[in-house]
């Protein structure tokens, strides 16, 4: 069965500073790749995801992500990070081999301080 | 922008009580989906639900969990007969189609099992 890793589980940031959040997926398959954030109090909002095409994907609010296949990683960058930006972030998959399953990771929580 | 809504938004029971878990899914969207985070664990699915059928349940759905869509609005989520290890945040999802489509979801219930 497929899995996810996020490793980062707690991140603190000074606004400005730049973001990288991990995301592995172990599946030799086709995989569609979504990263989700969910705001304090608030639900799960699609951040960006990738199916196919150009594995760097552009997102909202600033957010990219790039597939890297051999590596079977998508991580989550951003390059200047905002008070807003606190959150929880999760990477999530769905395989070719699931129908249409979503696989989340365990999440990252993102603080920054202002 | 539809949305995914859930009532309630949060439920407390007794251990043995039935409960039922609402979600109107976005309104042009055939595919529905139940998911649900215990606290500190990550999202896992549950179920999904096309045409009036299950399409997928993982091993957490078992026989005391059902889904209905009862009318041409709404999809529920059933337990029976509640346990402890029921306490959780249950999220109801809805796409278009599968795979190779996105996942919208709603704010959750949280579900407490005293």
């Known amino acids: 069965a497929q899995s996810v890793s996020q490793h980062n589980h707690h991140v603190i940031l000074s606004e400005a500073a730049s973001l990288e959040l991990g995301c592995n997926y172990s599946?030799?398959?086709?995989?569609?790749l979504f990263w989700y954030v969910q705001y304090p109090g608030q639900h799960l909002q699609l951040l960006l995801k990738y199916f196919s095409g150009d594995p760097l994907v552009k997102g909202i609010k600033g957010f990219e992500a790039e597939f890297i296949k051999s590596k079977f990683s998508f991580n989550l960058r951003k390059p200047s990070v905002q008070w807003s930006d606190t959150a929880e972030y999760f990477c999530a998959v769905i395989t070719n081999n699931a129908g249409n399953m979503l696989t989340f990771g365990g999440g990252t929580r993102l603080m920054v301080k202002p | 922008e539809p949305e995914v809504t859930q009532t309630p938004s949060h439920q407390v029971t007794q251990m043995g009580q039935e409960v039922i878990l609402r979600c109107v899914p976005i309104s042009n969207h055939l595919y529905f989906y139940w998911y649900r985070q215990i606290l500190g664990q990550k999202v896992e699915f549950l179920v999904s639900?096309?045409?009036?059928?299950?399409?997928?349940k993982s091993e957490i759905f078992d026989d005391q969990f059902s889904v209905e869509r009862p009318d041409g609005s709404n999809f529920t989520l059933k337990i029976r007969s509640t346990k402890l290890e029921d306490s959780a945040m249950y999220f109801c999802?809805?796409?278009?189609?599968?795979?190779?489509?996105?996942?919208?979801f709603g704010p959750g219930t949280r579900l407490t099992v005293l």
């Open positions: 639900f096309y045409n009036n059928e299950i399409s997928e």
């Open positions: 999802a809805s796409s278009e189609r599968v795979f190779t489509d996105t996942q919208y």
């Open positions: 599946y030799g398959g086709t995989v569609n």
